[in-house]
């Protein structure tokens, strides 16, 4: 016990610490509270939102030191007054301890009165600790990573208060805090400039990659190539061929059907071939010379109409069955190395979407109109339910309908044909009479070759984009590092020591090393 009565924090154990500069210690987050008030986490059942009720601090309310205090949700009063310990004042540290563990901010002024979910403890700063430079220690990946191991399974991962108490900070002299908190502002001021422009680039990166799309199947990026290169077959001869040949190799189907049964051909049996839609192009733009609409489901094959996947996968197995699944598609590309695996007996019963290779995929439940092709790595495989299948004419590329499919315009179509049942989801009837500009052969490939090789460069410039931003993450951290090793800003020998600062405060240092050297000092 000590000396006024109250129990003493537990010693800490520094052993596998780096040392601290001279002057610094660690300090336990709970000597860190004042007198009265401690960690708690706020409400458990925050009720409706009201207009006018009291702010309401969740998890996705609190990151990298910010409060998005625009998009609080608010509760009732009556609800936040049965959690009076999680009442903001400001200043508080807010920490998140379910679900995304070790977000971080300080609860500004402007949220005086305000509360907090059960995910987000408030941590209270006693004058004049700096509650910022506990924000930023605590935002210090190794004592993140030291949190999140601290937390348990539950439904979600959760770390309890006694966790959070008893979690140590390397603590500096008083005036060094204010010197570490006002140079981290500053460099991280710099980096978010830096991060802004970096994002702003990549959203012009997307707004590039639809401007080419678009230039793509409204025939402009091959406008002067189509002057000098003019079509020996116009895309209606060639759509003509293609819904010939889809006839023809559905009646060699059928044909093929009877003499495997034994069976002679009805007199009739022609007439049981179902015509594909014909595009109404009432309301559709004019297009280039020589171009023309087609339907999706002219350009599909009879003898494999298009359709949806496995409804229930089961289990993922090891050796199973790959399986390819709206989160697995992409702008064009299908992630190989993520896919799950089914039983092969679920795969068989789903025959007409196991894939050959060079099918369209297209994306009709949740998030629609995601496109790609199915590469010939993936033959054998299967597409969930939510990822139709197209087989499209062997007389053209299935690269040049994707690019189509992909285009903005094109996508919005498709989404607003979609209906609403528990997800939003889009009928395969609706994409069969789905209409697509369709240009000649020769402009085909072309299209294919312009569109490949700028969203290639489109490509690099993202990758770039992505590396700088990582960098940028990892220079913060770095900052943090040495700003909690005492490398950032000089120390000044007249500073208070942290130690005295907290035996001053009525906290006892909890540090073994660090009270030997107080009581060396003293003698």
């Known amino acids: 016990m000590s000396r006024n009565g ?108 305000a509360n907090t979910a059960r995910a987000v403890a408030v941590i209270p700063i006693r004058e004049p600790i700096n509650p910022h430079y506990v924000e930023l220690a605590l935002r210090d990946s ?91 077959e116009t895309a209606s001869q060639l759509l003509d061929r293609i819904v010939e040949e889809r006839r023809r190799r559905w009646e060699e189907g059928q044909l093929a059907t009877y003499a495997k049964a034994g069976k002679k051909p009805p007199a009739n049996w022609k007439a049981k071939y179902k015509e594909p839609a014909h595009p109404d192009v009432t309301k559709l733009p004019t297009l280039p010379q020589g171009w023309c609409w087609a339907s999706l489901e002219q350009v599909n094959l009879a003898e494999r109409p298009m359709s949806y996947g496995v409804l229930q996968p089961g289990e993922d197995l090891a050796d199973g069955i790959p399986l390819v699944r709206v989160c697995d598609v992409a702008e064009g590309v299908v992630a190989v190395d993520q896919l799950k695996r089914i039983s092969p007996a679920i795969s068989e019963r789903y025959g007409r979407t196991v894939l050959k290779g060079g099918e369209i995929l297209l994306t009709i439940v949740g998030t629609i109109g995601r496109t790609a092709v199915a590469p010939e790595c993936v033959r054998g495989a299967n597409t969930a339910r939510a990822v139709a299948v197209i087989a499209v004419s062997s007389l053209i590329s299935p690269h040049y309908v994707e690019i189509v499919l992909r285009e903005d315009g094109m996508r919005s179509r498709l989404t607003l044909a979609a209906h609403e049942v528990a997800r939003k989801t889009l009928n395969l009837e609706d994409v069969r009479v789905a209409c697509i500009p369709f240009a000649p052969l020769n402009e085909q490939s072309q299209i294919i070759a312009e569109v490949e090789g700028y969203l290639s460069v489109a490509q690099a410039s993202e990758s770039r984009i992505e590396a700088a931003l990582k960098r940028s993450s990892r220079l913060r951290q770095s900052i943090l590092k040495r700003a909690f090793e005492g490398k950032l800003v000089p120390q000044d020998p007249n500073d208070e020591p942290a130690s005295v600062l907290l035996e001053r405060l009525g906290s006892c240092c909890t540090c073994a090393n660090h009270r030997a050297s107080s009581r060396k000092r003293n003698a």
């Not at 924090?9 to 520094?14: I, N, P, T």
């Not at 996705?60 to 009556?78: F, H, N, S, W, Y």
């Open 142 to 232: 190794r004592v993140r990573v030291r949190l999140t191991q601290a937390a348990h399974e539950v439904a979600r991962k959760t770390l309890n208060l006694e966790d959070v108490r008893a979690t140590h900070i390397p603590l500096a002299p008083l005036n060094e805090q204010r010197r570490i908190v006002a140079r981290i502002e500053e460099l991280f001021s710099d980096l978010d400039a830096g991060v802004a422009a970096l994002r702003r680039a990549k959203a012009n990166l997307k707004r590039y990659r639809a401007a080419v799309l678009k230039a793509a199947v409204e025939g402009r990026l091959t406008a002067e190539w189509r002057a000098e290169h003019p079509p020996t």
């Open 6 to 113: 109250k129990k003493e924090s537990a010693e800490l154990d520094v052993s596998g610490l780096p040392p601290l500069p001279q002057g610094w210690c660690f300090a336990a987050i709970e000597q860190l509270n004042p007198p009265g008030r401690t960690c708690a986490y706020g409400v458990l059942q925050p009720g409706e939102d009201l207009e006018h009720g009291i702010p309401f601090v969740r998890v996705c309310d609190v990151a990298e030191g910010r409060v998005a205090v625009t998009q609080l949700k608010r509760i009732d009063p009556a609800i936040s007054e049965r959690y009076k310990r999680t009442i903001l004042r400001g200043g508080e540290v807010l920490l998140t301890i379910v679900g995304t563990i070790g977000r971080t901010a300080v609860a500004p002024e402007s949220l005086k009165g």
